[in-house]
């Protein structure tokens, strides 16, 4: 199962034959939890990864808390995803290297999602300068695929953020080559949208280009049920001013809707609070 799980999370996206059940391992329930929140099935990911938190594995309990915080941040809670972050960064930092995992499920990969999790949280509170110092901390400990990969969304996120559209896409560029390179599905989907959204940012020269790629993002979340992508896929297809506008539009808050009702009460809270969230 757990082989199968891992590939869901960080390959083909395919989920595993019961896709509900909860595997025996921590590590096992790691990877569950991740991919139930690729589907926005945020409550139940939330149920695995708190007893995770409590784990008497440093390195596992980091993990889990910085996951939370990224389903946090999906739902626009920034501000208590920071608190998450905190907590994964300060049961991370001192870990000796140990073993390493191919997809950055270990101390380096830990420390990586930490700091990159805290770069996006203070970007998304306005709080650029500390997120670039942040991103800039982490690019000591993103050796792997999927470390090299958020890196460049946050990158990326930062520059547009600064209005420095040019210098976001080399580091959207490189996320997307870095996720079709390990050929994982649901990475590349987020980069698509990354990158799509930052060269329509740059003008309209390349726009068909953009608008490709989140086509090609919504198209592929659809197929495989990547829930806490599609809704924004939907809406930036909507943006980009397809034939049929208005039903993308509508579809996007219709998924929106159907994740917050797989939410636990606090991602439901936050999503309400937030300004990032399109209620």
């Not at 608190?83 to 997809?103: K, N, Q, T, W």
């Not at 400990?141 to 958020?150: A, I, K, M, P």
């Not at 649901?186 to 390349?206: D, F, P, Y």
């Not at 990547?226 to 996007?252: K, P």
Request: glycine content about 10%; proline content about 5%; aromatic content about 4%.
């Amino acid at each position: 199962m757990e082989s199968s799980l891992r590939s869901a999370a960080f390959g083909d996206g395919v989920p595993p034959p019961d896709p509900f059940a909860v595997p025996a391992s921590p590590r096992g329930r790691l990877l569950a939890a991740i991919v139930l929140g690729a589907r926005g099935r945020y409550a139940a990911a939330a149920t695995l990864l708190n007893e995770l938190r409590a784990s008497g594995d440093p390195v596992l309990a980091s993990l889990a808390a910085s996951t939370l915080a990224s389903h946090r941040r999906q739902l626009g809670g920034h501000a208590a995803a920071l608190v998450l972050d905190g907590e994964a960064l300060a049961l991370a930092i001192a870990e000796p290297r140990g073993a390493s995992d191919p997809d950055g499920l270990d101390a380096e990969g830990a420390r990586a999602d930490a700091l990159l999790g805290l770069a996006a949280d203070n970007l998304g509170r306005g709080r650029l300068t500390a997120a670039r110092r942040l991103l800039a901390r982490a690019g000591a400990h993103t050796g792997d695929w999927r470390t090299l990969t958020r890196a460049g969304w946050v990158g990326a996120e930062i520059e547009l953020a600064s209005n420095i559209s040019g210098a976001a896409i080399a580091p959207a560029e490189m996320a997307l080559e870095t996720a079709r390179a390990r050929g994982a599905c649901r990475h590349v989907v987020k980069s698509q949208l990354v990158l799509g959204v930052t060269i329509a940012n740059g003008g309209s020269v390349e726009r068909e280009r953009a608008k490709a790629l989140v086509e090609s993002a919504r198209e592929t979340a659809e197929k495989y049920e990547f829930n806490s992508l599609l809704w924004v896929a939907c809406l930036l297809t909507a943006d980009f001013g397809a034939g049929h506008a208005d039903e993308y539009r509508f579809r996007g808050v219709e998924l929106l809707h159907a994740v917050l009702r797989h939410a636990d009460p606090c991602g439901r809270w936050l999503a309400r609070q937030s300004p990032w969230v399109p209620l």
